[in-house]
């Protein structure tokens, strides 16, 4: 199992879904949050932080790259590369550091920054259908993407 998609009818849905995406994820794992100018992946990102405790506002990271959380002992980086254009930048703000087992990083417009990240365990493409609904198509690119995705799987059984 390593791709399936979800219909998401409002941005309540989005953030339902970022709560059910919050329990099969781990320290280690690279998501990329895909989809186009306002599709909903900080909204994704939102209710993923939320459901993990994440009480604060949780702002798109597009104008400062990142926005670094840490929730009890937990370490998200949310990034937003939409802005991203300069390789070096990448070395001098010290990105690749943030790419370790204990932390989970999920990322915006990861496409921008071109061949410098490593591959996602997971992608969630957001789609915007002609009726303004969304619909995500989520991908495991690795093997621990595709654990991930048959954990939620079992999840939803029971
Ligand atoms: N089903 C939906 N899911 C998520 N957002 C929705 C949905 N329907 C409408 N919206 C609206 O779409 C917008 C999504 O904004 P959001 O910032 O999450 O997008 P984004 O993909 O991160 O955009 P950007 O590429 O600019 O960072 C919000 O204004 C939200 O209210
Ligand atoms: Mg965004």
Known sequence: MHRFTRDVA??????????????????????????NLGAGKTTLARGILRAMGYEGKVKSPTYNLIELYKISRLYFYHFDFYRFDDFEEWEEAGFREYFNPEAICAIEWAEKAGGSLPTADLQFFIHITETDHRYVEIQAHTEAGRRCLEHWQTLKNH
Do not use: K, R, V, Y
């Open 10 to 35: 409002d941005e309540n849905a989005m953030l339902a879904l970022g709560a059910e995406i919050s329990t099969i994820l781990h320290p280690g794992l690279i998501i990329f949050l895909s989809g």
